[in-house]
């Protein structure tokens, strides 16, 4: 079946080092995205992508970085100088972005905690 | 600024009772609207889009209206079970100046079915 898979389903790190978050997709979708999502907050855009080998910042990029390397993959990197990186991560997909109607599909989330 | 808002923030009714959640939203220039359902602990997964020429779009027995005059949108739920207890989200997509696409989402409704 296609769709998006994010691993690891809970991840636990030490201040001062840096996670990194997979997400691939056998959708054949152009854009991918990851979202940050914390209690009481809608889900905020940490970067996206639309084709290979380019990404954009979202709203809240400082402290992560992307790769795009493949067009299904766009693994996360949350880096030590994430402040307040305990959270629920969530990577998309759509068509492509810029369609009107281009529906968002989303993995099942990575549940990051800093010890 | 782009805004989505929701209410109730969270809701508890009984099996077989009907709700509506809400969404207000400030978004312009207003694409789309989406509906998606949230397990806890899982990534959201879309229930109905609407355009700007609809007004009433059904998906089983959940049923979305939306006024693009006062910029509101209703998620009715008809004959609730209990699996239908979850987080239910309103996404508005809004053009940006570049001709790209943006999500801009709501802080969700948490729904509570009892038996």
Known sequence: DGGITQSPKYLFRKEGQNVTLSCEQNLNHDAMYWYRQDPG??????YYSQIVNDFQKGDIAEGYSVS???KESFPLTVTSA???PTAFYLCASS???GTNTGELFFGEGSRLTVL | KNQVEQSPQSLIILEGKNCTLQCNYTVSPF????WYKQDTGR?????TIMTFSENTKSNGRYTATLDADTKQSSLHITASQLSDSASYICVVSARGASGTYKYIFGTGTRLKVLA
Request: aromatic share 0%; net charge positive.
């Open chain 1, 41 to 46: 907050q809608g889900l905020r855009l940490i």
């Open chain 2, 31 to 34: 694409s789309n609207l989406r």
């Open chain 1, 95 to 97: 068509i492509r972005q």
């Open chain 2, 43 to 47: 990534g959201p997964v879309s229930l």
């Open chain 1, 68 to 70: 795009r390397e493949k």
């Open chain 1, 82 to 84: 994430q402040k307040n």
